[in-house]
């Protein structure tokens, strides 16, 4: 079945670092790969996305290139700031009918930035 | 713009007790999704409804009921709540396969 793996955490970083997290997936088709993040208390939110190979993803300075011949989507920002510490998800969804309907989930990753 | 509301925020159960989650979206969206989240474990589905009218079981489906009350809600019951229960539950819903999901801020659950 389809399925997400993703760096297990928690990763610790001082604020201007550079970070990256590791996601690779297993797909019998052609998936949609997304990354969501997640703050204290709240429900997750889509950071970005990406719909085919080659493509690159990118919101408030992160980044992901969607690489078919890795199976990969990792996830990077070049300097991280206080305010991005949170539990980020890599998901990928396939699309078409039936059971297609449903995302997987990676098990999240924690990061926390320090001043 | 109120996105995706989940009722109630939080709730606590004694073993055996029956409730129902609500979920509503104002974004008309075709398919919704109950998830739960505990920790190491991610992001499970329980149930989703793919459309109005339809359901499907997730992942983790047993000890939980849906319903589709129209386009808007998702509701979800545990008709006797026991403690592996205990969980944070989001619903989520999206426009399409190829749209990403739009979450709830989650109904924390702690059953005793």
């Known amino acids: 079945g389809d399925s997400v793996t993703q760096m297990e955490g928690p990763v610790t970083l001082s604020e201007e670092a550079f970070l990256t997290i590791n996601c690779t997936y297993t797909a019998t088709g052609y998936p949609s790969l997304f990354w969501y993040v997640q703050y204290p208390g709240e429900g997750l939110q889509l950071l970005l996305k990406a719909t085919k190979a080659d493509d690159k993803g990118s919101n408030k300075g992160f980044e992901a290139t969607y690489r078919k011949e890795t199976t990969s989507f990792h996830l990077e920002k070049g300097s991280v700031q206080v305010s991005d510490s949170a539990v980020y998800f890599c998901a990928l969804s396939i699309g078409s009918g039936g059971s297609n309907y449903k995302l997987t989930f990676g098990k999240g990753t924690l990061l926390t930035v320090n001043p | 713009n109120a996105g995706v509301t989940q009722t109630p925020k939080f709730q606590v159960l004694k073993t055996g007790q029956s409730m129902t989650l609500q979920c509503a979206q104002d974004?008309?969206?075709?398919?919704m999704y109950w998830y739960r989240q505990d920790p190491g474990m991610g992001l499970r589905l329980i149930y989703y409804s793919a459309s109005e009218g339809t359901t499907d079981k997730g992942e983790v489906p047993n000890g939980y009921n849906v319903s589709r009350l129209n386009k808007r809600e998702f509701s979800l019951r545990l008709e006797s709540a026991a403690p592996s229960q205990t969980s944070v539950y989001f619903c989520?819903?999206?426009?399409?396969?190829?749209?990403?999901?739009?979450f709830g801020n989650g109904t924390r659950l702690t059953v005793t």
């Open positions: 974004m008309n969206h075709n398919s």
């Open positions: 989520a819903s999206r426009l399409s396969l190829a749209s990403p999901l739009h």
